[in-house]
């Protein structure tokens, strides 16, 4: 069965550092979405893409972050320099289309630690 | 805004026991409500959803009536089991793709 994979798994970075958080969508998926979990806190949405452009992005996707899709498989979160509270499970995930009634799939995350 | 409330974790249940999670949603016409789980390890799944008032969304014994009246969207399963212990979230989406998501309920299923 098609999946959304996710690397690493865990990643540590020290603060002020750039890190690039990698996802492999489902193959036929059109959206890309990345979400965020702070320890205790509500998943958040960060940001949505499509035909290689942002098409909607939350307060949280400041300037310091950024996504691509460099070739046609990989989707990537960058942060250019992590801060402590950057600190979260990074969730991507993708969708065939759009809309309400979508179905979106997830990748199991990928736990950043900014010390 | 939009957003959702769940019940804090974690539940800890006897297998065979009856599951209530509560989840109250908070939005400004009629969203789309969803329930995802996550399996240790794993992504987040989509359980179940339902698209509009009164539609009960279900799979794998679990079940959510999209309540209106009282914003709510409660995941019920009558007789829960070992393999059913996960991570629970409400989500709720309006006009767009993006999804609201609550904090998640753990659910701890002891044979």
């Known amino acids: 069965e098609p999946e959304v994979t996710q690397t690493p798994s865990h990643q540590v970075t020290q603060m002020g550092q750039e890190v690039i958080l990698r996802c492999v969508p489902i193959s036929n998926h059109l959206y890309f979405y990345w979400y965020r979990q702070i320890l205790g806190q509500k998943v958040e949405f960060l940001v949505s893409f499509y035909n290689n452009e942002i098409s909607e992005k939350s307060e949280i996707f400041d300037d310091q972050f950024s996504v691509e899709r460099p070739d046609g498989s990989n989707f990537t979160l960058k942060i250019r320099s992590t801060k402590l509270e950057d600190s979260a499970m990074y969730f991507c995930a993708s969708s065939q289309s759009r809309g309400p009634n979508t179905e979106a799939f997830f990748g199991q995350g990928t736990r950043l630690t900014v010390v | 805004g939009n957003s959702v409330t769940q019940m804090e974790g974690p539940v800890t249940l006897s297998e065979e026991a009856f599951l209530t999670i509560n989840c109250t949603y908070t939005?400004?016409?009629?969203?789309?409500l969803f329930w995802y789980v996550q399996y240790p390890g794993e992504g987040l799944q989509l359980l179940l959803k339902a698209t509009k008032a009164d539609d009960k969304g279900s799979n794998k014994g679990f079940e959510a009536t999209y309540r209106k009246e009282t914003t709510s969207f409660h995941l019920e399963k009558g007789s829960v089991q070992v393999s059913d212990s996960a991570v629970y979230f409400c989500?709720?989406?309006?006009?767009?793709?993006?999804?609201?998501f609550g904090t998640g309920t753990r659910l701890q299923v002891f044979p």
């Open positions: 939005a400004t016409g009629y969203p789309s």
């Open positions: 989500a709720l989406s309006y006009n767009t793709d993006k999804l609201i």
